[in-house]
C-alpha cells in the first residue's frame, strides 16, 4: 500500500477534549481500544491481501478514472443533471466523492457547462422521487444505476419506472 495520504480522518470532536464533558471518548477509552482496533486492521489487511477487497488500491489503479473520462466524454453536452439510483453502498462510494470534491450535496450548485448536477435517490421514498423529478427535464437527465448485486430492488424499481 502506498503512503501517500489524500484524505484525512480528524476525530477531535469524537474525543472529550472536543466536546463538552460528559459526551466524547476519554484518551484512556480510546487507548484501551487500540488492541480491538489493530485486530480489526489486520483482518481487513489481510482481506486486502488476499484479493477480497478490490476498492481498497482504487486511488493507485489509473485505469479505473481513465474509463470514467471516457464515457464522460461520450455523454451530450446537453446533460445538465446526473440522477444516481442505488441504495446503500451503491450510493455512497459517488456521494462520498461528490461531497468531498464539490461540497454538500443538498443543495447542488447550478449546472454549467463544465460541471453537472448530482442528485443521488438512495431510498425507497416514492415521494421523495417524485418531487426531484419534478424539477429535472428529462432530455438533460442522464440516470445511472448501481447496484453490486444486481438485484436490489429498490433500485430495479426505481430504475424500471424512470425508463417508462
Sequence with gaps: MEKNTILSLNFTLALTQGTSEPTGITPSELAGQQTTFEAALNHVLKRYREGELGFWGLPSETNHAESVVTVASQLPSTIKDVLV???????????????????????????????????????????????????????????????????????????RFLRQ
Design 85 to 159: 439510483l442505488g441504495i446503500g453502498g451503491s450510493s455512497l462510494g459517488g456521494r462520498t466523492l461528490c461531497h468531498a470534491l464539490a461540497g454538500s450535496l443538498e443543495v447542488p450548485p447550478p449546472a454549467n457547462a463544465s460541471s453537472k448536477r448530482v442528485y443521488f435517490v438512495d431510498n425507497s421514498d416514492p415521494w421523495f422521487l417524485h418531487q426531484l423529478l419534478a424539477r429535472l427535464e428529462p432530455a438533460t437527465t442522464l440516470v445511472v444505476a448501481i447496484s453490486k448485486s444486481g438485484g436490489t430492488i429498490e433500485t430495479a424499481v426505481a430504475f
